[in-house]
């Protein structure tokens, strides 16, 4: 069998974080979304895997190549982004007679694949979609059952019709094509893969199952956040290769270092928290829990990273705070930036999400910041606020809106 991951969209919620890069290649405990879909895929025994590339798709090529562990990688490339049933019809002359599709902003587990297509199996299934409760129904597409049976989609009900999400993990076949070539644009002005699968019930066996296993779904910034924190807690964390700890450096619970890194006297580390390769820690900072530093990063005197994701070749100098944050590549901490992540009304912080504010149902939120931006000395920068690449924050200033790139 065959698997299809589907990669090509802009990933427009998580701006500005995807300015630079697609959504399945940002990264959670150390590595892009994509790849650990790709490691689950490798441990089931699949050995061909499509990927659907479009937005900044020489940031999937360049990382992953044409082999990834077992598995062969095929790029097929959607030159318009006009939808997930559109995206899908790309492997029309390439698939298996079978073939499983998965959603690119999804963290899954082999456990999750291999219990959708053993159930698939089982029933005797035409086509087969994966489920999973969820407590904010109005969010999702919501399946209903008859049995095993599918009787429909609803797409983010206004009303309570039940729990059971659509989790964006298919088992299909060719007729699925069939379908694709019969639906029309949605209201979104976009090829709807559930449009396809409604034409299929009326035809087909289509079933629905609950899956157990891992599955995170990372569509919406504070998502990023949850998600690194599942995964460091799953991971084997410890020291790995040639590193560098000096005396009086604390480190307590699992923590993974990265060869290369130097963490100098006086900086506690508190996993589970994640550091990649040839960074250099402190002296005399604080790493909090679910942290999750990349490559070749600085963390100066005397600051404090708490439940953060500071992405390659950032540094972040001395007497600086960053708390609930996800910070881009290469950017550039003046002395004493500070990033509030508590409102002073103690109510959720909001974020702007499509030029609109969206509560993320935390209390506790930073920065969103792209890569390539550079603060000034002093810079204080509210919750919940959004930096765009290559943008400069001149020293001393508050942060209260979002700031654009010139």
Known sequence: MDAVI?????GTRLRPLTVTRPKPMLPVAGKPILEWDLESLSKIGLKNVYIVIGYRKEK??????????NLRIEYIEQMEQL??????SMVKDRVDDEFIVINGDLIISDEFIDNLLKKHGEFDADLSISLVRVNNPSEFGIVKLDGNHV??????PGESIGNLANAGVYVFNKKIFD?????????RMEYEITDAIRILIKRQRVHGFLC??????????????????????ELDLRAHGDIEIEENA??????????GTVIRAGSYIEGPCYIGENCSIGPNCYIRPYSMIQNDVRIGNCVEIKNSIIMSKTNICHLSYVGDSIIGENCNFGAGTKIA?????GQDVRIEIRNKLTSSGRKKFGCLMGDNVKTGINVSIMPGRAIYPNAYVEAGSVVRNTIYSE
Do not use: C, Y
């Open 250 to 259: 604390t480190i307590k619970g699992g923590v993974h270092i990265g060869k």
């Open 83 to 88: 939808g997930t049933a559109h995206a899908v």
């Open 151 to 156: 009787k429909d989609i609803v797409e983010k």
């Open 212 to 233: 157990d296993g891992r599955w995170i779904d990372v569509g919406r910034p504070w998502d990023l956040l949850d998600a690194n924190e599942i995964m460091l807690k």
């Open 179 to 187: 379908a694709i070539d019969e639906i029309e644009r949605s209201k």
């Open 341 to 345: 992540n508590l409102r002073i009304d």
């Open 6 to 10: 589907l990669a090509a969209g802009e």
């Open 60 to 69: 999937i090529i360049e990382h992953f190549g044409k082999k990834f562990n």
